[in-house]
């Protein structure tokens, strides 16, 4: 079984930063798995913003390039989230998921593994 802990988000200025950080419980016991960091705004679908696989490799919306970084502790145990020059469009429940694999799909509903979700708030 795997679980998923996640840090508090926060609330900031347009223009500041946060790191989202989510911690797993169980074992990764395969090397071949793909993560991603989801959001949901207020009355929009969820929407896969950042993804990175047990190989390094990543994959990012176009919303998010250049300003968002998703990075990994290796054996799995901790994933972050880096985002800076946030705006009030960033402003959603932001989740972290797992699954087995190595595709970088940022679609979130072939995600089996979820955290509990943390509201990140970016005011004008």
């Known amino acids: 079984l795997v679980q998923f802990v996640q840090s508090a988000g926060g609330s900031v200025q347009a223009g500041g930063s946060l790191r989202l950080s989510c911690v797993t419980s169980g074992d990764f016991v395969s090397t071949e798995y793909t993560c991603v960091w989801i959001r949901q705004a207020p009355g929009k679908e969820r929407e896969g913003v950042a993804t990175i696989n047990s190989v390094n490799r990543t994959k990012y919306a176009d919303s998010v390039k250049g300003r968002f970084t998703i990075s990994h502790e290796k054996p799995m145990s901790t994933l972050y989230l880096q985002m800076n020059s946030l705006q009030p469009e960033d402003t959603a429940m932001y989740y972290c998921?797992?699954?087995?694999?190595?595709?970088?799909?940022?679609?979130?509903?072939?995600?089996?593994?979820w955290g509990q979700g943390t509201q990140v708030t970016v005011s004008s």
């Open positions: 998921a797992a699954k087995w694999g190595y595709a970088l799909d940022q679609n979130p509903k072939i995600y089996d593994y």
